[in-house]
């Protein structure tokens, strides 16, 4: 069965830099499509970055130039490398890992953005 963990999540002040790993287990990561999402209090889950198994990648137009998506098939895991953090980037950030038309989700992990 395939599970995502995530972790790396934590209070940072505004303008610091923090790294989210989420790691798959059941299955290779190569094949996987994998993004990261958000979901601050009171708003919808949305895409922040994603990566292709061929690694390509896009971003959500709010963290262009601050956040790098990445991946390493052979530690199956893949990384939110957020710098410049802003207020507005608070929230619960999940792993999403999807191929075929499987989807998996890891448990959230929180990123606080506080003075």
């Known amino acids: 069965q395939v599970q995502l963990v995530e972790s790396g999540g934590g209070l940072v002040q505004p303008g610091g830099s923090l790294r989210l790993s989420c790691v798959l287990s059941g299955d290779s990561l190569s094949a996987y499509y994998i993004a990261w999402y958000r979901q601050a209090p009171g708003k919808q889950r949305e895409l922040v970055a994603q990566i292709t198994n061929d690694s390509r990648s896009k971003y959500q137009d709010s963290v262009k130039d601050r956040f790098t998506i990445a991946r390493d098939n052979l530690k199956s895991t893949a990384y939110l490398h957020m710098t410049g953090l802003q207020y507005e980037d608070t929230a619960v950030y999940y792993c999403?890992?999807?191929?075929?038309?499987?989807?998996?989700w890891g448990q959230g992990t929180q990123v606080t953005v506080s003075s």
């Open positions: 999403n890992a999807e191929v075929a038309h499987l989807v998996y």
